[in-house]
């Protein structure tokens, strides 16, 4: 699987050593707070591969199509709809997962497994929708969750899966992962 280093919180000072290092490819959750921190470096460092892993407001597509080469997040037609018109809009094409609820839990963003067809059948007619993300419920074992999600992907025909976070990956990349997403494991406790 590929790591996507979650550098949410951090600071760039934190993050840089890891940059130094050569590895290209980041997570964060809000879209404010990656503009701030990484909007500069990557004016001059295209490798840099930013990833959305949070959920994201409709209001907020323009400014996420502009910094997040992927985006995780993308659970709802209206969300589709604002973010193909920001690439319209930017002239760049973006990919993107869609986040699956399979705890089917009532505070957390995802549609809901028995709606993922549908939204599919929607997003990829104006998205290059690439696979499915998930984060399961933290009382439970992942495991069943990543093996929804890969059946899910499986049956939509979808190669890539987001799945797995520090206390998970090693599962989710036994349960066929291509990205987890990483962050206290690489960079400390967030306080
Ligand atoms: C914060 C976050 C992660 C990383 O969590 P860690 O437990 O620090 O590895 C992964 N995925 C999402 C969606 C997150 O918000």
């Not at 709606?115 to 074992?141: F, W």
């Not at 992907?153 to 987890?180: F, P, Q, R």
Request: net charge neutral; proline share 2%.
């Amino acid at each position: 699987s590929k790591i996507i280093a979650v550098s949410k919180t951090f600071e760039l000072s934190h993050i840089q050593p890891l940059i130094d290092y050569g590895h290209l490819t980041y997570g964060e959750n809000k879209v404010q707070e990656a503009k701030g921190k990484w909007g500069g470096l990557l004016e001059t460092n295209d490798n840099i591969e930013l990833h959305l892993i949070g959920g994201l407001q409709t209001n907020k597509s323009k400014d996420a199509v502009k910094l997040f080469k992927y985006i995780h997040s993308v659970d709802r037609e209206k969300l589709v709809d604002t973010l193909s018109a920001a690439e319209k809009n930017l002239n760049l094409k973006r990919k993107y997962f869609l986040q699956v609820n399979t705890g089917d839990e009532e505070q957390k963003s995802g549609i809901s497994i028995e709606r993922i067809e549908d939204l599919y059948d929607y997003a990829k007619k104006k998205l290059d929708i690439i696979g499915l993300m998930c984060i399961p419920p933290v009382e439970e074992d992942s495991k069943k969750h990543f093996e929804i999600l890969r059946e899910l992907s499986k049956k939509l025909n979808l190669n890539e899966l987001s799945m797995g976070m520090s206390h998970d990956y090693i599962e989710a990349g036994l349960c066929g992962a291509t990205y987890v997403r990483v962050g206290s494991k690489i960079f400390g406790e967030r306080s």
